[in-house]
């Protein structure tokens, strides 16, 4: 009854908000229009169809909002104007009972909270669709208090998830099988990527294993800061972490203040993305300005610090490789080789043109050269990429999108901070070197390095696979492989020659010795 109930509502929003004429543009009857009308008192179709779907979102509730923030990033599935319409969903939802919270955390660790913590701040500091946060004060191993920070998952998640998935799963068919249109932006495996998604938010544990891998490769670059996971505390209803101080990106005024260096800052922020893509392959893929903070504390003055781990995005070495080549062929105008490696990469069909393909790419980039930050959108010059593809059936790969996302969060962030940071001249020396370390003989030395133990185990059995290979083979050896064995025995018999008569000769020498020395006495 209760998902009847629930179903019948979302059906209301959807003709409340005028999505079915989005959707099912193929299937509009009279009838059905003025079901619709009847069905939805107050129906107002005049706000442009992004708009319409962010409210009608909205008003479905933090399953769907979230949705929406999950489907924004997919812009190579979303026209322009409702993926950006889309972005603009805000994680902005009531807290849950502290009591509620606070018998979570009981359950999870088996103590009482008083047990657990020397102080606990009942009112959350901030909450969101899947979690909420508090403010503690822990002991830790060493018996030393330490500020936490306490993220709660929101109780009765997962049954409802699971109800609005399978409604979710449900209307995909429907405007699958109905509409050519909705069809093109394949509901179905939009619903299946939001299914692993959430699946994978709703385990806080992997939050807090995203977050200490993030730490261990920024330790080094002395620019951003990762909270600490204290994983005595960590389940997956409930992770403890270290408690950050420090200003929102977004106060800029406070942190110019402050003394804060600011076209330092946008640069660094620069720095820390690409690093986490090129050296990394492991990215923190939701870096707007309510996740980032900077630390005015006097031993780490000036540096970012990152917050809630929920996305993180994955390269592979070919990703990479892939990403930089193309970028540096970018900040070169060479057009020819980035259509070139489209091609080499599998992404557009062989038979593809590159005189062709190298137009559309000059088409989209050209025009953005040579022009500040505030001027122009790395971001925006992908997306329009994909969106050039598409003429050319590009199959745009999940994690660029997701890597595209977060270059608009960081343009965004480098936007507000410095107008005018040069993005092109910032990021071109860093891809430089780094495919100067790709290629170069650091490079080769390293790939030896982490290959020497395969090498070690494999040397000694090369002849003995070799002459296995030689002798079975099913073809049977030819009269070269016959004579390499022949010259293989001949070689044998050649080292057991000179070995056994080594031996004699030192055998010889001891012998001549013994008998001086019998002659002495």
Not at 24 to 53: C, H, M, V
Not at 478 to 505: H, I, K, M, W
């Amino acid at each position: 009854m209760t998902r009847l109930f629930r179903g019948g509502f979302i059906f209301w929003v959807i003709f409340r908000y005028g999505l079915d004429q989005l959707f099912l543009t193929s299937f509009q009857k009279p009838w059905l229009n003025g079901i619709a009308r009847i069905l939805s008192i107050g129906r107002n179709l005049e706000a442009p169809r992004g708009q319409r779907i962010r409210e009608a979102l909205e008003r479905l509730g933090p399953i769907f909002v979230k949705f929406g923030q999950v489907l924004s990033t997919r812009r190579d599935l979303m026209p322009v104007d409702i993926a950006d319409e889309l972005a603009r969903l805000q994680d902005r939802v009531p807290p849950f009972d502290s009591d509620v919270a606070i018998a979570t955390i009981e359950r999870a660790f088996q103590k009482k909270v008083t047990d657990i913590f020397v102080s606990f701040d009942r009112e959350p500091i901030a909450s969101a669709s899947i979690a909420q946060v508090h403010f503690a004060v822990l002991k830790d191993r060493t018996g030393q208090a330490r500020e936490v920070a306490v993220k709660v998952l929101r109780p009765g998640m997962l049954p409802a998830i699971e109800k609005d998935l399978s409604l979710m799963r449900m209307m995909a068919g429907w405007v699958d099988g109905l509409s050519a249109g909705g069809r093109r932006l394949k509901p179905r495996e939009v619903v299946d990527e939001f299914d692993k998604y959430l699946h994978d938010e709703l385990d806080l544990v992997r939050e807090a294993a995203s977050a200490a891998q993030l730490r261990r490769n920024m330790a080094g670059l002395d620019l951003v800061l990762v909270p600490e996971m204290f994983w005595d505390y960590c389940m997956p209803e409930v992770i403890v972490m270290e408690r950050m101080h420090g200003v929102p990106v977004s106060q800029v005024d406070r942190l110019r203040a402050a003394g804060v260096d600011i076209p330092k800052l946008a640069r660094d922020g620069v720095t820390i993305f690409f690093t986490q893509v090129f050296r990394d392959g492991f990215f923190h893929a939701d870096m707007h300005p309510g996740n980032i903070q900077v630390s005015i504390e006097p031993a780490t003055f000036g540096r970012y610090i990152s917050l809630d781990f929920g996305i993180i995005g994955t390269l592979s070495r070919s990703d990479k490789e892939y990403l930089a080549q193309n970028f540096t062929a970018f900040f070169r105008r060479d057009y020819k080789r980035v259509a070139e490696l489209h091609i080499e990469s599998g992404w557009v069909p062989p038979a593809t043109r590159v005189d062709e393909l190298e137009s559309a790419i000059r088409s989209v980039c050209e025009p953005y050269f040579d022009r500040p930050l505030k001027d122009f959108s790395l971001g925006l010059v992908l997306m329009r990429l994909f969106q050039t593809s598409r003429r050319f059936s590009v199959e745009i790969q999940p994690q660029l999108v997701l890597l595209q996302k977060t270059l608009l969060n960081i343009e965004g962030l480098g936007r507000q901070l410095d107008p005018d940071l040069d993005l092109w001249n910032t990021a071109k020396p860093f891809l430089e070197q780094w495919m100067i370390d790709q290629l170069g003989p650091k490079k080769l030395i390293d790939q030896l390095r982490n290959e020497a133990p395969l090498y070690a185990k494999l040397l000694p059995e090369l002849p003995r696979l070799l002459f296995d290979f030689l002798k079975d083979g099913k073809s049977g050896p030819s009269r070269a492989l016959d004579e390499l064995l022949l010259e293989q025995r001949r070689t044998n018999r050649l080292l057991q020659g000179l070995v056994y008569g080594c031996v004699g000769f030192v055998l010889g020498l001891l012998a001549m010795q013994l008998i001086a020395h019998v002659r002495l006495f």
